[in-house]
């Protein structure tokens, strides 16, 4: 075989079916992890670590029942979402290795993909015509403004602190004071985005206080399957962002970087399921100041990064 | 230095924003005591030969903002026996990014105000501003007496803030009549604190509109 073709094209194309594999596989293993810290905490033997993974096994061999309100978008709706996430995993560089899809201003189609895939969740769940599914999406949308601009300023301080416009140039920060203010951040717009307690709770059953759950109440069968995994894929997604964006994990060499970030997406699952242990839900009117303290930690990252270079 | 000084500032200015958004009363007072130790330490670190007058400054500044005020404080709430501003005149998140865009504003300002070379590092000027504004946001978009205490408490850390660029020409005799003079004020207005909660039975200024014999 011609040499430039292996070097140019196979190795290439291997490394991304491998990379795309990797994440798809790994996602479903994060909410397991968390289930098993909420069961230990609270005393009892809990799910089995690979529960998500039966479940959507489960899911997918399952039929659709749809409800007679809904259009096509209602099955597409998860679909584009699920492509959506996939798409932004794909522009985070993995710790040693490079990203799969990387240009100029990447970070802005990361930021719009992972609203692409919100709109497509929230009009999917309007299509049912119920009033639950609207309220849900209606509170999911409302909290989306303050998490993304407090996601926005994060990016913004990593743009200004390396000045790179590219996440893979983004997340391979310098270690800096301001890394502490912007894990504060962007940990708390993971719990928002993911809804995880202490904003939403993805074991409650009460349709007036969900958020996420709510939205997918009328989904049933492989589309199910599908948001339960880009949700997630959406954990795993911001667990990536979080930890690439606070350790230098470039200075390191192949082995030790993979060590760091596996070790990083562990302890950040073990936090989150701490927090859903050890934590409260907020009322719905205190949501609003809690993502405002997260918005105000990435602006002082943001004020910092930017002092630092002048 | 200069960093060490820099981070100390931004402690004092993570107080500042965590006494504008909490409801809880104790925590706005914590976090004026937060502040007050913080701000003890930087005269210390500020001038670098050891010199008794400024450590026992820095010893008496730390010991009375950062214990003794917020234990009269925190006892008359115990007295009052209330716990969380319910009502603010300005809520939690206006006041909040008011004491965000003034701190960024204050960053911005300071680039362009003609300092002494000295002081073009330090967040001195800047941490000066913001906390004043943080202050006066406090003093008067709360209506409990006591957060209004803690708003009188953090513009005074401000105006000791902007006195630190002063440390080489101000007598420190100066620095401690200030700290004496603060803490016979916050006696007083414990004092007052108590009167009110007896007399109206309720810590909201907002009630005290009519005069009684």
């Known amino acids: 075989m011609n040499p430039g073709f292996t070097n140019h094209f196979l190795l290439p194309l291997l490394r991304g079916v491998l990379q795309i594999a990797i994440l798809l596989l790994l996602a479903p293993l994060l909410p397991g992890i968390v289930n098993r810290v909420k069961a230990w905490v609270a005393g009892r033997r809990g799910p089995p670590l690979l529960q998500l993974y039966y479940d959507l096994g489960r899911l997918w061999n399952k039929g659709i029942v749809l409800s007679t309100a809904a259009s096509p978008g209602h099955l597409v709706g998860p679909a584009i979402a699920w492509v959506a996430i996939l798409g932004s995993a794909m522009l985070l560089p993995l710790g040693p290795g490079d990203a799969l899809w990387s240009f100029k201003g990447d970070a802005l189609l990361f930021l719009y993909l992972l609203a692409l895939a919100r709109f497509c969740t929230a009009s999917a769940a309007l299509e049912t015509g119920s009033a639950f599914e609207g309220m849900g999406a209606a509170r999911e949308v409302s909290f989306a403004v303050l998490s993304e601009s407090a996601l926005i300023t994060a990016i913004l301080a990593l743009a200004v602190q390396t000045g790179s416009l590219s996440l893979t140039g983004m997340l391979a920060p310098v270690p800096n004071p301001s890394a502490g203010l912007l894990a504060a951040g962007l940990f708390t717009v993971l719990l928002a985005e993911n809804c995880r307690v202490p904003f939403d709770d993805p074991n409650t059953h009460l349709e007036l206080t969900m958020i996420h759950e709510v939205m997918v109440l009328d989904h049933s069968g492989p589309p199910l399957a599908v948001i339960l995994h880009g949700a997630a894929l959406k954990l795993l997604v911001f667990a990536l962002l979080l930890a690439q964006a606070v350790l230098p994990l470039n200075h390191l060499s192949l082995l030790p970087a993979t060590g760091c970030l596996l070790a990083a997406m562990l302890v950040i699952t073990l936090l989150v399921g701490f927090a859903e242990s050890l934590l409260a839900r907020f009322a719905f009117r205190r949501v609003p100041l809690l993502l405002t303290t997260a918005f105000l930690f990435c602006l002082f990252a943001l004020l910092t990064a930017w002092k630092g270079v002048s | ?213």
């Open chain 2, 1 to 213: 230095m200069t960093d060490a000084i820099n981070l100390l500032v931004g402690l004092a200015l993570g107080a500042n924003l965590l006494a504008l958004g909490s409801s809880r009363l104790p925590s706005i007072i914590r976090a004026a005591a937060i502040q007050g130790i913080v701000l003890g330490v930087i005269p210390l670190l500020l001038k670098p030969e050891f010199h008794w007058l400024v450590a026992l400054v820095s010893i008496g500044t730390i010991a009375i903002k950062g214990f003794v005020i917020p234990a009269l404080l925190l006892r008359a709430l115990r007295a009052a026996n209330i716990a969380r501003e319910e009502h603010p005149l300005l809520g939690f998140i206006p006041s909040l990014l008011i004491g965000a865009s003034a701190t960024v504003g204050a960053v911005i300002l300071a680039g362009h105000l003609p300092l002494l070379p000295e002081h073009r590092g330090l967040l001195l000027v800047p941490g000066a501003l913001a906390t004043l504004v943080s202050g006066l946001v406090l003093l008067v978009g709360r209506t409990k007496a006591i957060s209004q205490v803690c708003g009188y408490l953090i513009l005074e850390n401000g105006i000791y803030l902007f006195g630190l660029l002063l440390i080489r020409g101000t007598p420190l005799i100066v620095e401690a009549g200030i700290l004496l003079d603060l803490t016979v004020a916050i006696f007083v207005i414990g004092i007052i604190v108590d009167r009110i909660q007896r007399e109206f039975d309720s810590l909201d200024t907002g009630k005290l509109t009519s005069l009684h014999e």
